[in-house]
């Protein structure tokens, strides 16, 4: 919410408060003023002048030599370039010596060879911005009404002198979405009254009744229609003052009745709607929910379809207006308009607000009629529009109002003892303190003995329950002032929990490795939710999703990273390296929510490592992906208990794919994206990983057992075993550990040869083993019959044949 600070002192006394300070005063009192803005502090020297002369420019085409009186001793040359500048015209001129926004200060200078003594200036030029400014003079300069003072200064004409205090408001303080409601606050807050405006115009004899009768069909989404009618408007712009407060408040002026009922949600909080009353075609409203798939062209010239939940504004026949959204263009105000046909209502916020999502209009008017508007300023805030438009668009008001009124709503009555409200606050508050704040508050307030009758006015909707008032009390009472006390009691320092700290750790040891962290959606579309799953279960679509391509929950983080990679690689960012720790959703039921799961998932393209003085250059491969989780594992301390397998995995390369067991359990997979998948996403050769971390992270790990550096020598053995093709690596080396015995620590593959000297279908794969005991010196006996163990064993469960 913006708050003009000159506005506000119209209804209450500030009582010589600056702006800042006032800012501080309401932010300490529980609403957090986001800033004050004066967006004239910069701006120097810029007055009316008057057009005396105006012609084209001798030696340019599209400028033009004017001759400006600024209400000086002599009028000056100026040069401009506006198409709409003319002769007579009342305009903004920035003199020789005025600074505008941007430090932009002018001169005297010469253009084409004419001299030019100024500027004259549009809206933006003075900082404000394009889609603020009114239609007339959206491109040019700004021309002012015939009645301003030469020589009189335009920031302060244009209201830019002022100063805005934006109001961050929470959802349940909507009285302060109105000049009116933060008139109440400050006059709480500073200890004084609020002037209310005037409300009453004078009526012709005429009735409004004898032209318009109001029927409401839908009386639980409109329980209140009021409707006021006035003749003979004369369409034109509005009052200055009234646009600049406008503008000011991020609103665009179009024309005086459009103004008023803008001004009006401003200074009231309740929205208004004018209606050209000749438009409509027939004496009678009714409001009604729609017709499942009935149409209506809104104000900016879109045909949109309504739903049956779609409250709507019609004239018997057909709709005019979506009710608290948009009007229709069939009965927009417009040049022509002789009778307007004033709404103000109270509209059912959920109804709003289902017709505002659905159509993807929220606009100020719907916001408050969402949040709730004050049932009892409805009516004021109609004649208040209706005196408006007879004053400033020398309309005529009829006699009386046409309503239907089945309001039901009555104040919150809440009794709170003054025992209770100390003893929330830790406080010692008085009766005389707290009936002070409530009637700073006007709130109605009786006493009984130490209990309060607080009878809450409507317009603080939000202001239900003990808990409520007791706040107001704190606040007003100063929240520095309430007293403040250490915990007592025994107390125990907070700390990790295990998963956590191994999540942590898990993190810093892949950022260490070189890997970014990533965040991804949550939401894909259906197509990528079942990409590389580890759980194979059915998708699941939200209920009203934002768009197809965020449609469905995932249950693999692998496809968004990638698309990370992707977009890395399109922007030539060649070597990515990226991981995620993040939740999959796994369907139950349809009427469960899903369960959801933690898994940490990489993918890495380009070169891993390079040294271009050595000419040494590493491209990313299956090994650096295995190797980041093999370091990964033993930081963890479950390197132990990890098995990879060769595996195949729709989307994932047949021949550079293993799968990750941990304890016999498959917990994930590592290797290289398939290369059709590859090509689809424009990807270059990228090797991934995903693991499910509940069982690693949750693994209790044994405490470090450190030994000696052994004082006895060992003895190492290397064999060259010939195997099927079809022999796993992996499973010869957990044949030699188990055989080994405890004498064999080592075990390491250093080679594998499937040349043309190995005969068709057979591999060799060499191993190096190392024998030692930490306690003596082994035998040659010793290690040859422990080593001759090993070769029985891969002979018999492998077929494995030592390589002559």
Request: with cysteine; hydrophobic share 40%; glycine share 8%.
């Amino acid at each position: 919410m913006f708050v003009s600070y000159k506005w506000l002192k119209e209804y209450i006394d500030l009582k010589d408060i600056s702006a800042e300070e006032l800012a501080e005063k309401i932010t300490r009192s529980g609403i957090e003023v986001e800033g004050v803005e004066h967006k004239a502090s910069s701006i120097k020297g810029v007055v009316v002048g008057y057009v005396m002369e105006c012609e084209k420019h001798p030696n340019a085409d599209k400028l033009n030599k004017c001759l400006v009186d600024l209400g000086g001793e002599a009028p000056v040359q100026i040069i401009c370039g506006a198409k709409n500048v003319a002769k007579g015209q009342k305009v903004a001129v920035a003199t020789v010596g005025a600074v505008l926004p941007g430090n932009f200060k002018i001169k005297k200078s010469k253009l084409r060879g004419e001299e030019s003594n100024g500027m004259i200036c549009s809206l933006q030029e003075l900082g404000i911005e394009g889609k603020l400014i009114p239609k007339d003079f959206a491109e040019g300069i700004y021309v002012f009404p015939s009645d301003v003072e030469v020589g009189s200064d335009a920031i302060a004409l244009l209201n830019l002198d002022d100063k805005i205090l934006e109001l961050g408001l929470t959802p349940n303080r909507s009285d302060c979405l109105s000049m009116l409601g933060v008139a109440y606050e400050v006059a709480a807050i500073l200890g004084t009254d609020v002037k209310l405006p005037n409300t009453k115009g004078e009526s012709s004899v005429e009735k409004a009744s004898d032209y318009v009768s109001i029927k409401v069909e839908a009386p639980e989404e409109n329980p209140l229609y009021v409707a006021k009618i006035i003749k003979n408007v004369k369409i034109g712009p509005s009052p200055l003052w009234m646009q600049t407060r406008l503008m000011a408040a991020d609103i665009r002026p179009h024309n005086n009745v459009v103004d008023i009922t803008n001004y009006i949600l401003l200074e009231y909080g309740q929205p208004l709607h004018a209606f050209d009353y000749d438009k409509l075609g027939s004496k009678e409203i009714i409001v009604r929910l729609a017709h499942e798939g009935e149409t209506i062209i809104t104000l900016d010239d879109s045909k949109r379809t309504l739903k049956a939940n779609h409250l709507v504004i019609t004239n018997g026949k057909e709709p005019v207006a979506m009710a608290g959204v948009m009007g229709g263009a069939n009965s927009e105000v417009g040049d022509t308009t002789t009778t307007v046909l004033l709404e103000s209502a109270y509209f059912n916020g959920q109804t709003v607000r289902n017709a505002s999502k659905d159509h993807g209009l929220r606009s100020e008017a719907s916001a408050r009629f969402e949040k709730g508007v004050d049932p009892n300023r409805i009516h004021d805030a109609a004649e208040r529009a209706a005196k408006l438009i007879a004053e400033y668009a020398d309309g005529e008001i009829l006699e009386g109002i046409v309503e239907v009124n089945t309001m039901k709503i009555e104040p919150a009555v809440i009794e709170i003892s003054l025992e209770k409200i100390n003893r929330v606050l830790g406080t010692e508050i008085t009766e005389t303190q707290v009936l002070d704040i409530f009637t700073r508050l006007q709130f109605e307030v009786k006493t009984e003995d130490t209990t309060f009758i607080v009878t809450v006015p409507t317009r603080r909707g939000d202001i239900t329950i003990q808990e409520d008032l007791i706040e107001e009390v704190a606040r007003l009472y100063g929240y520095d002032h309430l007293p403040t006390t250490l915990p007592t009691g025994a107390t125990t320092p907070g700390g990790l929990t295990d998963v956590q700290s191994k999540r942590r750790a898990a993190k810093r040891y892949l950022e260490g490795a070189g890997l970014y962290q990533a965040i991804t959606y949550s939401l894909t579309n259906e197509e990528k939710s079942t990409m590389y799953a580890l759980d194979k279960r059915e998708p699941i679509r939200l209920a009203m999703p934002m768009s197809e391509e965020r449609s469905h929950l995932r249950l693999s983080i692998l496809p968004g990273l990638l698309d990370v990679v992707s977009y890395n690689l399109a922007r030539k960012n060649e070597s990515v390296a990226l991981y995620e720790v993040g939740s999959v959703f796994l369907k139950t039921t349809d009427q469960e929510q899903p369960e959801e799961f933690e898994h940490l998932a990489g993918a890495i393209t380009g070169i891993w490592h390079s040294q271009l003085w050595q000419g040494e250059k590493k491209s990313v491969d299956f090994f650096v992906a295995k190797g980041i989780l093999e370091g990964l594992f033993d930081k963890l301390g479950v390197s132990h208990s990890i098995v990879y397998r060769a595996a195949a995995i729709e989307g994932m390369h047949p021949g550079r794919t293993a799968e990750i067991l941990w304890n016999d359990e498959v917990i994930g997979f590592v290797g290289q994206i398939h290369p059709q998948v590859q090509k689809d996403m424009d990807l270059k050769e990228t090797y991934v990983f995903e693991l499910k971390t509940a069982s690693i992270f949750a693994n209790e790990v044994q405490p470090l057992h450190y030994t000696s550096i052994p004082r006895f020598p060992s003895m190492t053995r290397d064999i060259a075993l010939v195997v099927d093709r079809n022999v796993e690596a992996g499973t010869l080396q957990q044949i030699i550990v188990s055989a080994g015995g405890s004498l064999l620590k080592e075990v390491s593959i250093f080679d594998l040869y499937e040349g043309e000297h190995m005969e068709p279908g057979k591999k060799s794969i060499a191993f190096s083993l190392k024998y030692f005991d930490p306690e003596r010196t082994l035998t040659d006996e010793e290690v040859v019959k422990a080593h001759d163990k090993v070769l029985e064993a891969v002979k018999q469960q492998a077929g494995a044949e030592l390589r002559g």
